[in-house]
């Protein structure tokens, strides 16, 4: 279906009341695959024993961690209580952790409040013993549009590391065609070329990720109702990276879905977790449309689609509020 948005669910209660009975989930609820893949749990990434409640003691080889960052969404913590915060289910990651693993975390910086969470954050995790090994910048397509400033088009990521885990290269290049033909370096005495040394046509994404489209409603994937959702593609470059068949990728702050969606697509196993029912929902929903139907989201319609149709309450609330009416359905021409 065409053309039915549906707003952020997150800042609207009335929204978020009128789409609870359609969830699945409360909290505590763990959803198990049937295909004995997948687990989604309703939990709360900071205080649930997620080792006890989630893996079941199963560890992950990959943890890709995306927490409200303290600004833009959510309330915003005081950043000592949000670094206590963070050290609660970080601590809660690690003991998910394989001894052989990586550990990723996607973290803000707020630029008008001394960059906090970021550099708290960096220095709090000293006190864990992962190893420090990157800090990632992925290019947002869009930034938040400023006059009197830089604009702003980064998302921060960073990459640490337990024990020695693997890190397959070939995730590490990107579909950017290598054009640079220059020479480049002198080897045995002679000038190579560029292409000559690598090992591939594509240059390799480093630590600065400039090939990644932000999801916006055209996209596939995209997943109306959220609003922080990261595409699938760097999602896969991390997994692909660091794992392999059959592991299990760790996320408990799961919101659209996507590194459950990328662990399916990828053969790998997922664990995810978000303390809201209704993302909760979101997420299985988006397993179950792309195994229904191999679509990875609903492009410019939304998971509760049917519902909306179905309850005349939800149907005139959207109206009313957002004036997003049901589209009307196209019927197949009569010849
Ligand atoms: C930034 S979003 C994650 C986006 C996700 N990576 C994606 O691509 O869709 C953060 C999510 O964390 C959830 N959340 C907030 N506090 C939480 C907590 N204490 N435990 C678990 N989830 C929490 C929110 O409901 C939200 O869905």
Redesign the pocket.
């Known amino acids: 279906m065409k053309n039915f948005p549906l707003p952020r669910i997150?800042n609207d209660e009335k929204l978020r009341e009128l789409l609870i009975p359609y969830c699945r989930f409360k909290r505590g609820d763990v959803w198990i695959d049937p295909l004995g893949r997948h687990k989604i749990g309703c939990?709360?990434?900071?205080?649930?024993n997620l080792s006890e409640k989630l893996t079941g003691g199963e560890k992950s080889s990959v943890a890709?961690q995306?927490?409200?960052?303290n600004f833009v969404?959510?309330e915003e913590k005081d950043p000592v209580n949000f670094i206590n915060?963070c050290r609660r289910?970080v601590e809660t990651t690690n003991i998910c952790l394989a001894e052989n693993s990586s550990f990723y975390i996607?973290l803000g910086a707020d630029q008008n409040n001394h960059f906090q969470p970021l550099a708290d954050f960096i220095i709090m995790m000293r006190d864990f013993g992962f190893d420090s090994r990157s800090f990632i910048t992925m290019r947002n397509q869009r930034g938040y549009g400023t006059q009197k400033n830089w604009m702003s088009v980064r998302q921060e990521l960073l990459y640490y590391t337990k024990g020695q885990p693997v890190f397959n290269i070939e995730a590490e290049y990107t579909d950017i065609p290598k054009i640079l033909n220059g020479y480049y370096k002198t080897i045995n005495g002679q000038k190579t070329k560029n292409f000559e040394r690598s090992k591939s046509e594509f240059i390799r994404a480093g630590n600065v990720w400039v090939d990644i489209q932000q999801v916006f409603y055209r996209m596939e994937e995209n997943?109306n109702g959220?609003?922080?959702?990261?595409p699938l593609k760097c999602?896969d470059r991390i997994i692909l990276s660091g794992s392999n068949k059959d592991d299990i990728v760790l996320?408990?702050?799961?919101?659209?879905?996507?590194?459950l969606l990328s662990a399916e697509t990828l053969g790998r196993r997922c664990f995810t977790?978000?303390?809201?029912p209704v993302?909760c929902e979101i997420t299985l929903r988006r397993l179950e449309n792309y195994r229904a139907t191999g679509k990875p989201g609903w492009q410019n319609s939304n998971p509760f689609e049917e519902e909306i149709i179905q309850d005349k309450k939800l149907k005139d609330y959207l109206s009313a509020n957002y004036g997003i009416e049901v589209p009307v359905k196209e019927e197949p021409a009569v010849l």
Do not use: M, N, R
Not at 66 to 69: E, T, V
């Open positions: 997150d939990l709360d990434a900071a205080e649930d890709i995306d927490p409200p960052y969404a959510f915060w289910w996607w997943v959220c609003y922080a959702q990261k999602i996320d408990s702050f799961a919101h659209s879905g996507a590194t977790s978000d303390l809201d993302f």
